[in-house]
């Protein structure tokens, strides 16, 4: 099966702030950013005219001639990796405890799946769900030491930002906390009344729930829910054992998920204490990753416009597409989504839609698929869904960052038949005769997946814009 290929060109950050990924297509995959040196303002290049002649020119003599694409590297860019390979020392406070040695190989795996520019794009997917994870498995493994599963609230400021500087240091974004919302608080025992691994170990029942999440099946967790419950039935305990009144007889619900919610981390990283890294890695995004398909994350703009052309009788098709291809442009600037995000989205959207007297199925008449709630590569603005499944990105010294992407996934939008519809994958009577398969991208044996590179020397044209 021949595969789609692109050339990722990314845009000049437009007044709105947006990034826009913008490609050209080819017959093999090789996605690259564009480069421009720091003398010269990118306000006044075409990026999108420089990359396809700097494609027609540089990139096709390159392309062996059993297909096989060579490594590509712009003729403005330096050497690709040299200034990311070379870690610079990161500036630690000297006050925190953690045992960042015993994590030193999933910290280079958060800073590449939260690599510089590309941090933002791959937020909500990859690098965030990543640099929970690794945080939680810092400290259940530090507890090993000191016995401990949270800090108190000095010593957590100082290793949240430790766990920056060193990730930094290895090439992450600067600006990590902020993107992915993690907080010094998240570091501490919160409102859970138990915070020590003793404590916790005398509350729960540590065979049945080891049992139930010592090796999740991540195909099936998200609806199956065993290793999930097990740990909400447990943090459930621990956050009795304050030695006040049941949470559960407690008058403030907002109080009692908070306090439960805390128990949870806790426990998570109790479970990090009793399992290897790797297991431990595997178990934490498994488990967070049904949250991550479980809701939308795009921001969904004022729909009026869409209504006013589509609404109750449509009376001219091509302004009514139109109006949907322009909304649907200003959802393809934000960040690459799975393909169940993509499917939620595309719902809910038609939900928002139908809310406002569209009752046309606009997907089927507009031919929206789901690939078009992404960021956008190819000649033609295809849509690049990232697998269901956990996936990381990663750094090779020729080619650069890269990540599993389904570029050929046609599957059209879900319209709902009503504003009440499920959406949810996990609901047997919704047919979706091509739903994506959440393994395939992981064992290698589909070729509508392929790896999406990009070269990092272009994160410096980046930087400048």
């Given at each position: 099966?021949?595969?789609?290929?692109?050339v990722v060109?990314?845009?000049?950050?437009?007044?709105?702030?947006?990034?826009?990924?913008?490609?050209?297509g080819?017959?093999?995959?090789?996605?690259?950013?564009?480069?421009?040196?720091?003398?010269?303002?990118?306000?006044s290049h075409?990026?999108g005219?420089?990359?396809?002649k700097?494609?027609?020119?540089?990139?096709?003599?390159?392309i062996?001639p059993?297909?096989?694409?060579?490594?590509?590297?712009?003729?403005?860019a330096?050497s690709?990796?040299?200034?990311?390979?070379?870690?610079?020392?990161?500036?630690?406070?000297?006050?925190?405890?953690?045992n960042f040695?015993?994590?030193?190989?999933?910290?280079?795996?958060?800073?590449?799946?939260?690599?510089?520019s590309?941090?933002?794009?791959?937020a909500?997917?990859?690098?965030?769900?990543q640099?929970?994870?690794?945080?939680?498995?810092?400290?259940?493994?530090?507890?090993?030491?000191?016995?401990m599963?949270a800090?108190?609230?000095?010593?957590a400021k100082?290793c949240?930002?430790?766990?920056q500087?060193?990730?930094?240091?290895q090439?992450?974004?600067?600006?990590?906390?902020?993107?992915?919302?993690?907080?010094?608080?998240?570091?501490?025992?919160?409102?859970?009344?138990?915070?020590?691994?003793n404590?916790?170990?005398?509350?729960?029942?540590?065979?049945?729930?080891?049992?139930?999440?010592?090796?999740?099946d991540?195909?099936?967790?998200?609806?199956?829910k065993?290793?999930?419950n097990?740990?909400?039935?447990a943090?459930?305990?621990?956050?009795?054992?304050?030695?006040?009144?049941p949470?559960?007889?407690?008058?403030?619900m907002?109080?009692?998920?908070s306090?439960?919610?805390?128990?949870?981390?806790?426990?998570?990283?109790?479970?990090?204490?009793?399992?290897?890294v790797?297991?431990?890695t595997?178990l934490?995004?498994?488990?967070?990753?049904?949250?991550?398909?479980?809701a939308?994350?795009?921001?969904?703009?004022?729909?009026?416009?869409?209504?006013?052309?589509?609404?109750?009788?449509?009376?001219?098709?091509?302004?009514c597409?139109?109006?949907?291809?322009?909304?649907v442009?200003?959802?393809?600037?934000?960040?690459?989504?799975?393909?169940?995000q993509?499917?939620?989205?595309?719902?809910?959207?038609?939900?928002?839609?139908q809310?406002?007297?569209?009752?046309?199925?606009?997907?089927?008449?507009?031919?929206i698929?789901?690939k078009?709630?992404?960021?956008?590569?190819g000649?033609q603005?295809t849509?690049?869904?990232?697998?269901?499944?956990?996936?990381?990105?990663?750094?090779?010294?020729?080619?650069?960052?890269?990540f599993?992407?389904?570029?050929?996934?046609?599957?059209?939008?879900?319209?709902?038949?009503?504003?009440?519809?499920?959406?949810?994958?996990?609901?047997?009577?919704?047919?979706?005769?091509?739903?994506?398969a959440?393994?395939s991208?992981?064992?290698g044996?589909n070729?509508?997946?392929?790896?999406?590179?990009?070269?990092?020397?272009?994160?410096?044209?980046?930087?400048?814009i």
């Amino acid at each position: 099966m021949e595969r789609k290929v692109c050339v990722v060109a990314a845009r000049i950050i437009n007044a709105s702030g947006a990034n826009v990924v913008q490609g050209f297509g080819l017959q093999k995959i090789l996605c690259t950013l564009a480069y421009a040196t720091a003398n010269e303002s990118p306000q006044s290049h075409d990026i999108g005219s420089m990359i396809t002649k700097e494609v027609e020119n540089t990139l096709f003599p390159y392309i062996a001639p059993n297909g096989s694409p060579r490594p590509f590297i712009p003729l403005l860019a330096p050497s690709p990796l040299v200034p990311f390979l070379t870690n610079t020392a990161p500036k630690l406070s000297g006050k925190c405890g953690l045992n960042f040695s015993a994590v030193s190989g999933l910290m280079r795996t958060t800073a590449v799946d939260c690599f510089t520019s590309f941090a933002p794009l791959l937020a909500n997917v990859i690098c965030c769900p990543q640099l929970h994870a690794t945080v939680t498995i810092l400290l259940g493994q530090s507890s090993m030491q000191t016995g401990m599963l949270a800090l108190d609230s000095t010593h957590a400021k100082y290793c949240l930002s430790d766990v920056q500087q060193i990730l930094e240091s290895q090439g992450a974004n600067y600006e990590l906390r902020r993107i992915c919302s993690i907080h010094s608080s998240n570091l501490t025992e919160g409102l859970c009344p138990v915070s020590d691994v003793n404590g916790v170990e005398s509350a729960i029942d540590s065979s049945k729930l080891l049992a139930s999440c010592s090796k999740v099946d991540q195909v099936n967790e998200c609806c199956s829910k065993v290793c999930q419950n097990a740990i909400l039935d447990a943090a459930g305990k621990v956050a009795m054992r304050d030695g006040g009144l049941p949470i559960m007889e407690s008058t403030n619900m907002a109080a009692k998920a908070s306090k439960v919610d805390d128990c949870r981390r806790v426990v998570l990283r109790w479970l990090s204490s009793r399992l290897d890294v790797t297991s431990a890695t595997q178990l934490l995004r498994g488990v967070s990753n049904c949250n991550v398909n479980g809701a939308c994350p795009l921001l969904f703009p004022d729909t009026a416009n869409v209504a006013k052309e589509c609404g109750t009788k449509i009376k001219n098709h091509t302004t009514c597409c139109n109006a949907m291809d322009n909304y649907v442009a200003h959802l393809q600037k934000q960040s690459f989504i799975t393909n169940l995000q993509a499917m939620d989205c595309g719902a809910k959207l038609a939900l928002q839609l139908q809310s406002e007297n569209v009752s046309t199925d606009i997907y089927r008449l507009c031919g929206i698929n789901l690939k078009d709630f992404s960021l956008q590569v190819g000649s033609q603005g295809t849509g690049c869904l990232l697998p269901s499944l956990p996936s990381d990105a990663t750094l090779d010294p020729t080619t650069g960052i890269s990540f599993t992407c389904d570029l050929n996934d046609n599957i059209a939008a879900p319209w709902p038949s009503s504003l009440r519809s499920p959406t949810t994958s996990c609901n047997r009577s919704i047919s979706y005769p091509e739903l994506p398969a959440a393994t395939s991208a992981q064992i290698g044996g589909n070729e509508q997946y392929a790896k999406l590179h990009l070269l990092t020397a272009a994160l410096l044209f980046l930087l400048y814009i």
